[in-house]
């Protein structure tokens, strides 16, 4: 039974800086794709990014490019999202997952395994 527990969401203005990390317990994580998606009130969860298993090859949902970047250590069986220039439209529940693959993937349905989430706010 693989585990995700994302931290590092909180309040921060319009503008500011956050990083989120997940650490990941309980099954092997090296060769699994991960992603970061984000659900915020009203909206059907949606892709940030994601990365492969290697961490070679990247996506990035068309709203963060330039802004945001996925990383993973799997030396350490964590995941980060640098998210900076933060705006308010990226107010949400940030949530990690992985799937039964090496490859990434922007499409939910393709993950079997999430974190609880955590709230980024960016207030204006």
């Known amino acids: 039974q693989v585990q995700l527990v994302e931290s590092g969401g909180g309040l921060v203005q319009a503008g500011g800086s956050l990083r989120l990390s997940c650490a990941v317990s309980g099954r092997t994580f090296s060769d699994r794709g991960m992603g970061w998606f984000r659900q915020a009130p009203g909206k059907e969860r949606a892709i940030v990014a994601s990365i492969s298993a290697s961490g070679a090859t990247t996506f990035y949902a068309d709203s963060v490019k330039g802004r945001f970047t996925i990383a993973r250590d799997n030396a350490k069986n964590t995941g980060h999202l640098q998210m900076n220039s933060l705006k308010p439209d990226d107010t949400a529940v940030y949530y990690c997952?992985?799937?039964?693959?090496?490859?990434?993937?922007?499409?939910?349905?393709?993950?079997?395994?999430w974190g609880q989430g955590t709230q980024v706010t960016v207030s204006s």
């Open positions: 997952s992985l799937r039964p693959s090496r490859y990434y993937s922007g499409t939910a349905v393709d993950y079997n395994s």
